[in-house]
């Protein structure tokens, strides 16, 4: 609407009020991610899928946080992740840093193997990953699951933390989301 006023095509702005969406609550239950971890590596599954889902499992992270993670931002000897991106400021959809689980660690080592000191940690034998979408949606329909995304992950790893008894102020910190958001959805 702003553009066709802006370019004469109206005479005058309509105000427009965008729906706003309610927020998804689907989120796997520990069956429900297994079943997906083993449909990731089933037929011609990427070979890249599973530790995309291991991260976003272990680290509740975005998608795209996860695919432009390169290695010079893993410490494996500490067990830390930078998710910030260097030079850039945080958004309103913050980064931030995480201790490596136990369990990721050995996951994030066996990967380390097969990568290049600067390159992508996940990647498709050494190239950026665009999108994961198509593989992702493959995996969950050969899993059986219905209404999962990529971003259900993020969903999933808070729900887990927040039913495990981890504080609201100490799961927002880990999951670098605001408490307000986390109480919220």
């Not at 590596?41 to 976003?56: H, V």
């Not at 190239?127 to 999933?156: N, Q």
């Amino acid at each position: 609407m702003n553009w066709a006023y802006e370019n004469t095509r109206l005479t005058h702005t309509v105000p427009v009020a965008p729906a706003k969406t309610p927020p998804k609550d689907r989120w796997l239950t520990k069956k429900e991610a297994a079943a997906l971890l083993r449909a990731s590596r089933a037929g011609l599954a990427r070979s890249y899928l599973p530790y995309f889902i291991l991260l976003s499992l272990y680290t509740g992270r975005r998608k795209e946080q996860i695919l432009s993670l390169r290695w010079p931002q893993v410490d494996l000897e500490h067990g830390l992740i930078d998710f910030r991106r260097q030079g850039e400021a945080e958004t309103k959809k913050r980064r931030g840093r995480v201790r490596v689980p136990d369990k990721l660690l050995a996951h994030l080592k066996r990967l380390r193997r097969y990568g290049t000191d600067l390159g992508y940690v996940v990647n498709d034998n050494g190239r950026h990953i665009g999108d994961i979408k198509k593989g992702f949606a493959a995996a969950c329909e050969r899993g059986g699951l219905v209404s999962v995304t990529p971003h259900t992950m993020k969903h999933t790893s808070i729900t887990w933390a927040m039913q495990a008894g981890v504080k609201t102020f100490d799961a927002a910190d880990y999951f670098a989301t605001s408490e307000k958001i986390l109480i919220e959805v």
